[in-house]
């Protein structure tokens, strides 16, 4: 960025090829960085989920949690701000001057819970399937670095998923199909 600098002070004309050629390097590089920027908040956002699911499932558990239990944790994930919006509500109902004090970060708790449910009931949040055995061992052997997300196989996790997973595994089973192999 430094030798751009330089060799746009060079440029005698504001208007010549070189300093157009200039300007367009400046900016692909300005958006390469910002595209780089918005990896690593992503990275650094799933690092954190991922961390606090880790951080509670006991640290002695090697069998993988059932579809109960992981909607369970889920459910707990989705009250983790609520102290935070009680100390909120609490703070605007005191005075009359404080009602806005901290509306900024309400409205980003609450836009942020409101995606997340959302995410949940319908498609599905991005996460580790804590079903799964092999995907639990990889989320225990995880180093906790945002950079090494990347690595970790991630599943849309729904209600609707869990909801298939609670359901035993049904073996159909034809009556009409046996009774033809019978008459045969």
């Known amino acids: 960025m430094t030798n751009l600098r330089k ?3 060079k440029c005698k004309h504001p208007n010549s090829r070189k300093t157009k050629a200039l300007g367009k390097k400046a900016r692909r590089q300005n958006n ?10 992503k990275s650094n956002i799933m690092g954190e989920k991922l961390t606090w699911f880790l951080g509670q499932i006991a640290e002695d558990r090697t069998t993988p949690l059932t579809p109960q239990e992981f909607e369970d944790l889920i459910a707990l994930y ?19 001057h404080r009602a806005n004090q901290h509306a900024a970060r309400k409205d980003v708790i609450t836009i942020t819970l409101e995606k997340e449910r959302n995410e949940y009931k319908s498609g599905g949040m ?9 995907k639990l061992k990889m989320l225990r052997d995880w180093d906790g670095s945002a950079l090494s997300v990347q690595h970790l196989k991630l599943d849309l996790v729904s ?9 035993p595994e049904e073996k159909p089973t034809s009556s009409k199909a046996d009774d033809q192999m019978e008459t045969a």
């Open 126 to 134: 991005e996460l580790v399937n804590l079903c799964d055995p092999l």
């Open 78 to 96: 989705m009250q983790r701000f609520d102290e935070e919006l009680a100390q909120i509500n609490l703070k605007q109902s005191i005075g009359k």
């Open 32 to 41: 390469k960085h910002k595209v780089r920027l918005g990896h690593a908040i």
């Open 7 to 9: 060799e746009l002070e």
């Open 159 to 167: 209600f609707n998923m869990l909801e298939r997973l609670k359901k």
